[in-house]
Nanobody, 116 residues
Framework: QVRLVESGGGLVQAGGSLRLSCAAS????????MGWFRQTPGKERELVAS???????KYEDAVKGRFTLSRDNAKNTWYLQMNSLKPEDTAVYFC??????????WGRGTQVTVSS
């Protein structure tokens, strides 16, 4: 079983930046599908950014041009660089990785709060 641990969340003013990290407890192929999600109270978890087969990166419209998903293969860690943050980006952010034959592994989330 793989554990995912998110970090890097916090409180930031609007216009600021944060970089979230998602570290895996075991080596995971860079070709595994992976995604960053966010959730606010009372709302469904939504996909913010994803990478498929290690190269096809997609972003939700609201974050295009501001968020960047990347991976450090040596550290077995994915990142979500978030720039020009807005109050509406406030949420708990989760990472998830699809593991063939096992299912989807989730992290426990990290809180991002953007003040106006």
């Amino acid at each position: 079983q793989v554990r995912l641990v998110e970090s890097g969340g916090g409180l930031v003013q609007a216009g600021g930046s944060l970089r979230l990290s998602c570290a895996a407890s075991k080596q995971i192929s860079s070709t595994n599908d992976m995604g960053w999600f966010r959730q606010t109270p009372g709302k469904e978890r939504e996909l913010v950014a994803s990478i498929a087969r290690g190269r096809n990166i997609k972003y939700e419209d609201a974050v295009k041009g501001r968020f960047t998903l990347s991976r450090d293969n040596a550290k077995n860690t994915w990142y979500l660089q978030m720039n020009s943050l807005k109050p509406e980006d406030t949420a708990v952010y989760f990472c998830a990785v699809d593991l063939p034959g096992w299912g989807r592994a989730w992290g426990r989330g990290t809180q991002v709060t953007v003040s106006s």
